[in-house]
Antibody, heavy 122, light 108 residues
Framework: EVQLVESGGGLVQPGKSRRLSCVAS????????MHWVRQTPGKGLEWVSG????????AYADSVKGRFTISRDNAQNSLYLQMNSLRREDMALYYC???????????????WGQGTLVIVSS | SYVLTQPPSVSVAPGQTARITCVGI??????VHWYHQKPGQAPVLVVY???DRPSGIPERFSGSNSGHTATLTISRVEVGDEADYYC???????????FGGGTKLTVL
């Protein structure tokens, strides 16, 4: 069974940093791209970042480019999101999602975790 | 950047057919993916690459895509289909994924 479990959320002050993690199980990590998607309570979905199976292709939403860094460790079946210079508008539930292919730009997202909540507040 | 427009809400009676649209410039040239999301749950992929269904998704869910409009069609709608539905495409000009604003499906 495919499972994605996020962690690392919590309360963080504006301007500070936070690192999210996602541990995958039930599949071979290096067969798939991985993504982070966020959702503000009661609002829609916003794609944040994606990384190809071998980390060769990385993409970011304009809203986080230069502040967030995605990475993965296939040996550990783990995906990460380093979030720096956090803003109040970054406050959201952050989902880890598996891409349906090895590439960042194709196939949609076929499995999702339950999310980890990031609260940005002083 | 590329914009996907969905109606905020669609209502349908049980047993009827629901159609949820996703409008974007020349969306017919892109691959469209659809998700549903029930309250308190993560999104679930229900249609990918315009019209394919992942395993476990009922045949009642189908998709089409042409011109400037992609459509998710849910036949023989059930109360359990009530959810928010989102369309998604890859924006080649911006190199990022784009989601539509979401449509709340209400089964009357």
């Amino acid at each position: 069974e495919v499972q994605l479990v996020e962690s690392g959320g919590g309360l963080v002050q504006p301007g500070k940093s936070r690192r999210l993690s996602c541990v995958a199980s039930g599949f071979t990590s290096d067969d798939y791209a991985m993504h982070w998607v966020r959702q503000t309570p009661g609002k829609g979905l916003e794609w944040v970042s994606g990384i190809s199976w071998n980390s060769g292709t990385i993409a970011y939403a304009d809203s986080v480019k230069g502040r967030f860094t995605i990475s993965r460790d296939n040996a550990q079946n783990s995906l990460y999101l380093q979030m720096n210079s956090l803003r109040r508008e970054d406050m959201a539930l952050y989902y880890c999602a598996r891409g349906a292919t090895r590439k960042v730009d194709s196939g949609g997202f076929d499995y999702w975790g339950q999310g980890t909540l990031v609260i940005v507040s002083s | 950047s590329y914009v996907l427009t969905q109606p905020p809400s669609v209502s349908v009676a049980p047993g009827q057919t629901a159609r949820i649209t996703c409008v974007g410039i020349n969306i017919g040239s892109k691959s469209v993916h659809w998700y549903h999301q029930k309250p308190g749950q993560a999104p679930v992929l229900v249609v990918y690459d315009d019209s394919d269904r992942p395993s476990g998704i009922p045949e009642r869910f189908s998709g089409s895509n042409s011109g400037h409009t992609a459509t998710l069609t849910i036949s023989r709608v059930e109360v359990g289909d009530e959810a928010d539905y989102y369309c998604q495409v890859w924006d080649t000009s911006g190199d990022h994924w784009v989601f539509g604003g979401g449509t709340k499906l209400t089964v009357l």
